[in-house]
């Protein structure tokens, strides 16, 4: 997992939790890991490969490995992210759902992760938030 903009990591972990407030813009990057953002104060709009969606306190924003995205916050917010890797959370679906998946490969593609996605994102409103 790219951990260069995580701040020091010394060995592999196949999770690893951040919390931060963010008062200016980000531009969009990419990581080569899923990423589970939790809006814990504040709003932004988050910018995409896939367009704009506005974002505030109670949402979880769910980004598949490899997809761009950067905010704008709307005066500050503050955000709690996972960033899960991607073989990670293929053998965590894969476990999950053996019923339902015959290997691997099956488990990449019921994920979202597979080659036949150039990637994903989607946001949840929570309690915060009024249906979008």
Known sequence: M????LGPVRAFTPIVARTR???RPI???AYDC???????AGSAILLSEFGEKSIRFGDVVALAANTHCGSKPEGSITVSTLYLDRDYVIDQVF???PALLTDRWDAQDFAGCGSRRAGCWWAYSGAGSTGR
């Open 27 to 29: 531009e969009p990057v």
């Open 34 to 40: 899923v990423k589970l953002i939790f809006v814990r």
């Open 95 to 97: 476990w999950q759902h």
């Open 21 to 23: 407030a963010i008062h």
């Open 2 to 5: 790219n951990h260069a903009n």
